[in-house]
């Protein structure tokens, strides 16, 4: 009987030795652990925000566009899923607000950054990100414009005057807008 229990000790120490082994190689760095980490626990709340994270982190050093954009896809999918798994605090409504910024979707950004300051009021890079959005939204219509796509500015000053409601610089994009599209 000691040794059965010796045997089933050393086969138990030897697989376990085995599987750190074969994990090693997800400990190079945090972005590849927590993009492991989530392929195992694909249901998982704090795995999927962590993953949706590290492809941003991907998305911010990548210099070739198609892969930033996969990295960016990634992002959304597992911040998506955080999100949907029912984790909504103030890191996901960053990372996603940061991933939409990446996305030049202003609108969604500061909504969500207006989603971090519900619960955090004094969140200063939350506010200084929410008055950049605000901006951006601003330069993006103006932008649109001069590339002759007015619906789309319109649509998007019309998004961006919800949470903006007194921007005299949307205001204006608006009254000058309105009658040429209805044109």
Partial sequence: API???VVFLL???????KTAVRNW???DDNKLFITDVET?????KCNLS???????LYQKEKNTKKKNKYLKKAELHLNKALALGRSDTDTWSLLGRMYCYKKDFVNAARCYTNVLQGKPDDKIALENLEM???????????????????????LAQAAIVDDPNSPALLNILGRLSGEVAA
């Fill in 4 to 6: 059965a229990m010796v």
């Fill in 12 to 18: 138990l120490c030897t697989a376990y030795t085995g």
């Fill in 26 to 28: 997800a400990w190079y």
């Fill in 41 to 45: 626990s694909t249901e998982s709340m």
């Fill in 51 to 57: 993953a949706g994270g590290s492809y941003l982190n």
């Fill in 133 to 155: 959005m605000k901006g951006a939204s601003v330069v993006e219509a103006n932008r649109l414009i001069d590339e002759g796509k007015r619906e789309e500015a319109l649509a």
